[in-house]
């Protein structure tokens, strides 16, 4: 599976830019001065003034360029403030809202754990673009099988450190963190965890930065927390106990094909995690395994009980198919009713 | 449709008149406007350098260059002309003798 | 697999190509792409300026140099060994007498 | 009030440092930040260019006039010298006759 960096660090486009909108014809132009990084300029540009990075690039597209305005230039232009390229560094690679999943599919979803890069994932930063990744704060080194950037794919981890020493790489890649990629390919047809449980507090800070740190209240009583997941949710959790003969891309394909259909408005989730440590006298203790199956059901819209619905009838699935599925037991957990429902 | 184009012949005439730095398929091209200049400008520190030249340096010896040419000049014109004037006398005396 | 590569190579050729404008700790470098050229172009009033000098003004200068030189060589080669004939021509008369 | 002139005057000095691309009148200047070069950058292969002159070229010929006006001082000195001596040895030849 592949993870694509979404944002970048583009000159045309308007995220980038104080008061969203890239500078009009004639202005002022203002990138921080302490800061890194490689802008990529598409077309041409009329500007009276820019103030540049002290260390950075501007990477021309043919055709791309800048000129000084002449008369007939925007007269609403250039009178404001000037137009200011906003921090380049406000990018984190442990932003779930920063990826797209090359696997991504209708009714599917993922984690928040799972939604940043993998330690089996190849990760790509898009060649048509600039960017720029902040890699966290360092304590461990976030692991890929490998990372596309520039067009040049690196799978060895002295290549690797080489381009992320490099100028090209000190213009994309900041901060304490590290990065490196190795042999993680995920081999096993069952599933591979995707290590990134320790990173969990990273990830969920820069998911909940724009709302203060602080989850949003779930709209149900005894709300849910899935492996991997920053807030509560509503909806239910179905954990699988698997053995040797499991094919995880099977199971995601028959929840997707023969069960969400019938439910509308489901999301599932299904993955690989590590086996959360259980209350004394539950089952499980057949399987000596540390992982588990975790399939999460939750509502898009307003809840209908469909989720609880749709578990039982996976748990009724695995009762009589669990052999051929390659699946030893299952539980689930649901949420309680919708809050403010008056009952 | 017509205005579009009028508009089209309005910028390209406004852009020759405009100094612009442009990339053409991997070439980065200055150009000064009919009247307008690009200028590039350092503090009395910094150096104008093309690829390992120093400009300053190469200015500093186009002038140098320019004044020995006019010393040159100077003895290599007058010198000669001088002697050529002697060799002249000599001449003269001796077909005297 | 082997066209995976083949478009792997080409767009690492087409970043390279790129032509750019960099900040380097408050230096500013212009790149052209690998293989590429920096052109300035001046239209008929348009001037290069770099600092306090006039680029077209001093490429026209090393050009005035060169001419001067190619005449100074002309005289200063030629009128001393015209000379220098001479000198030894009068030698041989005196010589004679 | 201070502590706002202070931060303006640190505001005023990170932007000296930093290189800046201006209009003025029409005109497009680059500047590199105070003490700090401008650099012109082309692989092996690319040229620097103003209008049809290689600027490459050029500036290999300000070598190459120095070069020559190094030998034409020695000619032009030289040669005239060696000459102007023999004139002053016939002349004295003269007088002895």
Redesign the interface.
């Known amino acids: 599976a592949y993870k694509l960096w979404i944002p970048n660090t583009d000159f045309e486009a308007a995220a980038n830019w104080s008061q969203n909108r890239t500078p009009c014809a004639g202005a002022a132009v203002k990138?921080p001065?302490?800061k890194m990084v490689s802008v990529l300029v598409r077309e041409?540009h009329?500007?009276?003034?820019?103030?540049?990075?002290?260390?950075?690039?501007?990477?021309?597209?043919?055709?791309?360029?800048?000129?000084?305005?002449?008369a007939?230039r925007d007269p609403d232009c250039g009178t404001g403030a000037p137009a200011l390229f906003l921090d380049p560094d406000r990018f984190s690679w442990h932003d779930p809202r920063l990826w797209r999943s090359g696997d991504a599919a209708r009714g599917l979803f993922s984690v928040d754990a799972e939604r940043v890069p993998c330690r089996h994932d190849d990760v790509v930063f898009p060649?048509d673009a600039s960017f720029r990744v902040g890699l966290g704060p360092g304590a461990r080194p976030a692991r890929v099988r490998s990372v596309r950037a520039?067009?040049?794919?690196f799978t060895r981890d002295e290549d690797l450190a080489a381009f992320l020493a490099s100028r090209a790489g000190r213009l994309r890649f900041h901060g304490p963190g590290a990065l490196s990629v190795g042999p993680g390919g995920c081999a096993d047809s069952s599933g591979c965890v995707c290590g990134n449980t320790e990173a969990l507090p990273w990830i969920c800070e820069a998911l909940l930065q724009p709302l203060g740190g602080r989850c949003p209240p779930a709209a149900c009583h005894d709300a849910l927390r899935p492996e991997g997941q920053c807030c509560d949710l509503c909806g239910a959790i179905v954990s699988l106990t698997h053995g040797p003969t499991f094919d995880i891309e099977r199971y995601r394909a028959r929840l997707l094909q023969v069960f969400l259909p019938q439910y509308q408005g489901l999301q599932v989730a299904v993955s690989k995690v590590p086996r959360p440590p259980r209350p004394r006298g539950t089952a499980g203790a057949e399987a000596d395994t540390d992982t588990e199956i975790q399939v999460v059901l939750t509502e898009t819209g307003p809840e209908t009980g469909g989720a609880g619905r749709l578990a039982r009838a996976l748990l009724a699935d695995v009762a009589e198919h669990g052999e051929a599925l390659g699946v030893l037991s299952a539980t689930a957990r649901e949420s309680g009713a919708p809050v403010g429902d008056g009952s | 449709e017509t205005g579009g184009l009028e508009l089209q012949r309005?910028k390209r005439s406004?852009?020759l008149?405009?100094?612009?730095?442009?990339?053409?398929?991997?070439n980065?091209?200055f150009l000064a406007?009919s009247a307008?200049n690009i200028e590039f400008r350092t503090g009395s520190l910094g150096k104008i350098k093309l690829n390992e030249e120093d400009l300053g340096e190469c200015l500093h010896q186009i002038q140098k260059n320019k004044d020995d040419i006019t010393d040159l000049k100077r003895s290599a014109v007058g010198l000669p002309q001088n002697i050529s004037s002697q060799v002249h006398q000599l001449n003269s005396k001796l077909v005297d003798l």
């Not at chain 1, 520039?150 to 794919?153: N, S």
């Open positions: 990138f001065a302490n041409g009329s500007i009276s003034d820019m103030l540049l990075p002290r260390d950075g690039e501007f990477v021309l597209a043919s055709g791309a360029g800048f000129s000084a305005p002449d007939g060649s520039l067009g040049q794919t | 309005q406004t852009e008149q405009q100094a612009r730095m442009a990339a053409e398929r991997g980065l091209v406007g307008h």
